[in-house]
């Protein structure tokens, strides 16, 4: 049941409205059509067969032709029954049971109570009118036909049509109450899957509706300001600091080539280049994501020219795609994080396997190789800004500790996010997997 519930706020919180009020209709009516209906078509029809009673009776204590002329009179003008003497007639053949089975179930009953005699009953030839003919003698039927609301309680479907319009118009009431409660909430969530892959929402989101709506609308702007404020504040850290060595490093190079012995210098000329890589990888980690806009990628050429390096590392690159080719991501940036990836996969394997799964909600990417791995106790640690892993692998030559935490980055600043785990080839898994 739980399976095929709705999952959306707005179609439950109408269940929670229908639900009750159908169930609430639902045994009214079953209460109202079992008692009030037919203990009303009981009276209405024991009223009408003892009237017929009365008219046997009579006619039976005063057999006259004058007397039976004076009741067929009066019943017709007092008792609102037209009453005749069929003679040399018999019983008709009982016919089928008719749509007013409750009426021939009740009136066959009084009249069998009450009046004891040979019946025949038609409820169905005329929808306003009920004939009732009982046989008084051998070839002497008396017929009396009244109308149908005069045995049975006619009136009864104007209250189901009353509350079941009424039912109508409160669920109409409820929905468009419910709409403009759910509208604000959506417009959270919306608000808050812009923000957590890093796009400008084209709509400012405004917080509206009830209270709690409110106050959990004005937590997420504030907490967005704090990010934001955060994130400039980290940029415009490393940039600085990256700013400042740049020069450090200029002016080194500057000294070695007015040096004499360059030869003397080799190891000074190698530790500016790790310098120099580092300052790379701290202004990667700080820029992230955040300055580029969406558009669309192939995989097919991102893969290609994977390929293409593998191949000039000597390495065995091979991919596969399913789904479409094109998504919709931030290109240098996911870029990046799948060349990183496939770099440290070449680096420390030989062969290395890509691929991508592009569904209708998820782009999922697993780049596989057959290198000595990284210990399952250590892979969530390897995420760290500036953790190394001598022991294993690293993403970073230069040992800044930074190219797993810039993928991973990456990666959450599109809504997903990259795990690793063991490989069918023997080393390492690395799974992407991000919202499209």
């Known amino acids: 049941m739980r399976r095929n519930l709705p999952r959306g706020l707005f179609a439950r919180s109408l269940l929670i ?41 009579v006619m039976e204590t005063l057999p006259s032709p004058q007397i039976e002329s004076d009741v067929v009179r009066i019943a017709g003008s007092r008792l609102g029954l037209q009453v005749r003497i069929l003679s040399d007639e018999d019983l008709p053949a009982p016919t089928s049971t008719s749509t007013f089975f409750l009426l021939d179930q009740i009136l066959s009953q009084q009249i069998s109570d009450q009046i ?38 006619s009136n009864t479907h104007i209250f189901i049509i009353w509350m079941v319009g009424a039912s109508l118009v409160l669920i109409i009431i409820s929905i468009l109450f419910l709409r403009g409660q759910i509208r604000p909430i959506v417009a959270l969530t919306r608000a808050a899957e812009s923000f957590g892959k890093g796009q400008k929402p084209t709509v400012p989101f405004i917080p509206r509706g009830a209270d709690e709506v409110r106050r959990a609308g004005y937590a997420f702007l504030q907490m967005r300001e704090r990010i934001e404020r955060q994130i400039e504040q980290r940029t415009a850290m490393l940039s600085g ?65 994977l390929e293409e390096n593998a191949l000039l590392h000597g390495k065995d ?10 998504v919709h991501v931030r290109p240098m940036a996911f870029t990046r994080l799948v060349t990183n990836l496939a770099a440290n996969a070449w680096r420390h394997g030989q062969t290395v396997r890509v691929e991508a799964r592009n569904s209708d909600r998820f782009l999922t990417v697993t780049v596989d190789d057959d290198g000595p791995g990284i210990p399952e106790a250590m892979r969530e640690e390897v995420f760290k800004p500036f953790f190394r892993l001598d022991e294993a692998r690293n993403l970073d030559a230069s040992g800044t500790g930074l190219g797993l935490a810039i993928v991973r980055d990456i990666a959450r600043g599109h809504g997903g996010n990259v795990t690793l785990s063991d490989s069918p080839l023997g080393g390492l898994r690395a799974t992407i997997r991000i919202p499209v």
């Open 241 to 305: 600091v990256s700013h400042d060595l740049r020069t450090i490093l200029t002016r080194f190079r500057l000294e070695l080539a007015v040096a004499e012995t360059p030869a003397d210098l080799e190891n000074l000329n190698r530790d500016i280049d790790d310098m120099d890589s580092m300052l790379e990888g701290y202004l990667a980690f700080a820029r992230g994501q955040i300055e580029e806009a969406h558009g669309e990628l192939d995989l097919n050429k991102l893969f290609s020219q």
């Open 116 to 153: 004891r005699r040979p019946f025949w009953l038609n409820t169905s030839n005329d929808e306003r009118t009920v004939e009732v003919r009982i046989k008084l003698g051998p070839k002497r039927i008396l017929s009396v036909v009244t109308r149908r609301d005069r045995a049975y309680a």
């Open 17 to 57: 409205v229908v639900i009750p009020m159908v169930l609430l209709q639902g045994v009214v009516a079953a209460v109202f059509m079992e008692r009030h209906w037919q203990m009303v078509t009981e009276r209405l029809s024991a009223a009408v067969t003892r009237d017929i009673a009365a008219i046997i009776d």
């Open 317 to 326: 690159l091979t991919y596969s795609i399913s789904g479409s080719t094109v």
